[in-house]
């Protein structure tokens, strides 16, 4: 079984914010394979698919970004999933707009969601896909998370995006260690 976790708020205030690229990438996957997250449990919403017998669940955590967490503690409880297979997409102010990294595993780089799921998990032991979005020398890095990307900005997005559905795929199917040779 395996878990893919879409970080972002919830609510229509954060739609399309930067802090928000996890949900927007699921819910572009959700969409292409006509899903619905129509399910919900422990403060998240999800929808699941299986695929050669093995369960897949997306997961959308519906408490703030810094509490994610929590939500992820439960569902891997819940369903009993190996941290090796919970695959996190998240944003990172430390990569260009436009560019993303897969991680195995690591810290957090002060994002504080990925920090709160470290905490629940007590573990690094988990897979990233990081989608950047650059950083701002003149706004409050709050305020630039929560803030909407520009119509230049949402251009680059949606080519991330269409990778990021690519990366869920062979995520699916493939050993990680190739996905990661393959994208980064």
Do not use: C, W
């Not at 369903?79 to 990569?95: G, R, S, W």
């Not at 436009?98 to 799921?117: C, P």
């Not at 690519?166 to 190739?178: A, P, Q, T």
């Amino acid at each position: 079984m395996k878990l893919i976790v879409g970080l972002g708020n919830h609510g229509l205030k954060y739609k399309n914010t930067r802090h928000n690229v996890g949900y927007m990438v699921l819910d572009e996957y959700a969409k292409l394979n006509s899903l619905e997250f129509n399910k919900s449990k422990f403060s998240g919403v999800y929808t699941e698919i299986t695929k050669e017998n093995e369960k897949i669940i997306f997961l959308k955590p519906e408490k703030y970004v810094n509490l994610s967490g929590e939500v992820v503690r439960s569902f891997i409880d819940y369903f009993k999933i190996n941290l090796e297979d919970v695959l996190v997409i998240h944003d990172d102010l430390d990569l260009e707009l436009g560019e993303y990294k897969l991680k195995q595993d690591g810290g957090s780089a002060g994002h504080n969601g990925v920090t709160n799921i470290i905490l629940n998990l007590a573990s690094k032991e988990f897979k990233r896909l990081k989608i950047g979005i650059s950083k701002s020398d003149q706004i409050s890095t709050s305020n630039y998370v929560l803030g909407k990307f520009s119509k230049e900005e949402e251009e680059k997005i949606e080519q991330v995006i269409t990778t990021a559905i690519n990366i869920i795929n062979d995520y699916i199917d493939e050993d990680f260690i190739k996905i990661m040779n393959k994208y980064n």
